[in-house]
């Protein structure tokens, strides 16, 4: 039953939270664990749907699996026997073609309907399919959206990405592990949930290491343990929190975020006049003095992750002043920004590149930069949640605002947030959830 958030705001956020398991490497690593025929055993796994959703994809395809505790789940993968990925699971996340490559590993095909884009872009997955070939598959597209794999064995390559796809290095990662001979993969990704991902593959017995200038080296096998391994705690919930604590003018302990998986983010957050002490097992956010205006672009890591740009904005809108931020990894992540602006928020879009940085949108019709001036008070309103990182934006732009807002949509804010009503409420928030008729949530 879809339910809504009712949020009372105005107040400074105050107190303890732990963040919990990363979803991007959570999904990433449930599905290597197919690799190998046998049991492997995840911790720090977040209770989220996309989790959820991967881990009904596993059984399908044969597998079993258990949640040993409220964070711990056991993968059965020795007895996978269905090489065709169902629909009804890739309706709602982009997974499913990460499925492609372990599947080979075992069945030595793999059957694939995609779902196009999302409210963020289109979302192809062309960079995928070009890698797949160059390491010997052969890729029937069956249809605009559904492709059919095959390969007795892989075989090593030298692959150059177009552009630092963190889906397609993760998909040939896991495709190269099993691959006969060397793979170079160039121009790849490195994000830290990659590297979780890398070190999990290395446990299981595969050869993959990093080279210098975004490369991943892999020496292909074929022999694979189930491994138990941990997945890193979320460094996008992490930032997500301390924008909340600083944007409400209060002081947060966030544990589990982890000062080397932020570095950008908490430099940009000083930059805005935010302030963090680090400690071991956390990062204590507050405010440190007015905020100030920033000139912004998202980028892959280790630049200023897209995934953070959300609940950034809503902080710039309390900033003395002007800010710019270029996305340059979506095409269309401002979608929510006119919901910021009906609560009284100064939010101006535009197709240009307000940046320096390299942009694959320039003289594109992409409304991919934005003009925030503040600071505005922001009034509690009734907000329809278009996608994940938007929702969270949403609840914080509720937690600042003065009077009530209503929320619907929480689905999404659930595919990636564990338990973040509890969370909330923790660090003081005025916010409930409400079961809502499916006709009261248009
Ligand atoms: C991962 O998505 C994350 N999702 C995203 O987080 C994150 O925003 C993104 O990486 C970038 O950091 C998960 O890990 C589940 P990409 P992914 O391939 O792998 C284009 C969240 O909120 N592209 O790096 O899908 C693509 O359209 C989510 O947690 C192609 O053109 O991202 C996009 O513009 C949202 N062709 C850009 O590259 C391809 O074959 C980056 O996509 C693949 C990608």
């Not at 932020?262 to 940009?268: A, C, E, H, K, Q």
């Not at 200023?304 to 992540?333: K, N």
Request: charge should be neutral.
């Amino acid at each position: 039953m879809p339910t809504r958030y009712d949020i009372v705001g105005g107040r400074p956020l105050q107190g303890t939270l732990r963040v919990s398991g990363a979803k991007n490497a959570a999904l990433k690593m449930i599905v290597a664990a197919l690799i190998a025929d046998g049991v492997t055993t995840l911790h720090n796994v977040p209770r989220i749907t996309d989790v959820e959703i991967t881990l009904k994809l596993c059984e399908e395809l044969g597998a079993r699996y258990r949640w040993r505790d409220e964070t711990t789940v056991e993968i059965d993968a020795r007895n996978i026997n269905n090489a065709v990925i169902p629909l009804r699971y890739s309706g709602s996340t982009r997974t499913p073609i990460l499925f492609v490559s372990p599947l080979l590993h075992r069945l030595g095909k793999a059957e694939l309907t995609t779902i196009g884009g999302c409210s963020i872009g289109p979302r192809p997955i062309n960079y995928h399919i070009a890698g797949l070939r160059q390491l010997g598959v052969q890729v029937e597209e069956a249809s605009r959206t559904a492709y059919r794999f095959q390969a007795d064995r892989l075989h090593g390559n030298i692959i150059t990405l177009e552009y630092p796809s963190v889906g397609a290095t993760e998909n040939l990662l896991m495709a190269a592990v099993g691959a006969r001979g060397r793979t170079v993969i160039r121009n790849a990704a490195i994000e830290p949930e990659i590297l979780n991902l890398a070190g999990m593959l290395q446990a299981m017995g595969a050869v993959v290491y990093q080279d210098v200038n975004r490369t991943w080296i892999v020496e292909g096998t074929r022999r694979f343990r189930a491994v138990e391994y941990e997945v890193m705690d979320d460094r996008i919930e992490a930032a997500s929190f301390a924008a909340c604590a600083v944007a409400t003018g209060g002081e947060v302990l966030v544990k589990g975020a982890i000062q080397r998986d932020m570095v950008t983010f908490l430099d940009w957050l000083r930059k805005v006049g935010g302030e963090f002490d680090i400690y071991p097992d956390g990062i204590r956010f507050y405010r440190q003095d007015r905020l100030r205006p920033v000139n912004l672009e998202t980028d892959v890591h280790p630049g200023f992750m897209t995934d953070w740009q959300p609940p950034f904005v809503v902080l710039l809108t309390q900033a003395e002043g002007i800010s710019v931020v270029h996305e340059t990894v979506y095409e269309s992540r401002f979608g929510y920004v006119e919901a910021l602006v009906s609560m009284g928020a100064h939010i101006q879009l535009t197709n240009d590149c307000l940046g320096s940085r390299e942009c694959r949108f320039t003289n594109k019709n992409y409304l991919h930069s934005a003009l925030i001036s503040g600071p505005t008070p922001l009034r509690g309103g009734t907000l329809h949640i278009p996608d994940l990182r938007a929702g969270f934006a949403y609840v914080m732009a509720a937690l600042i605002a003065s009077g009530e807002s209503r929320i619907y949509g929480t689905e999404f804010v659930q595919r990636g947030y564990a338990n973040l009503i509890g969370k909330l409420r923790e660090i003081g928030a005025d916010i409930s959830e409400t079961p809502v008729e499916t006709a009261e949530s248009p």
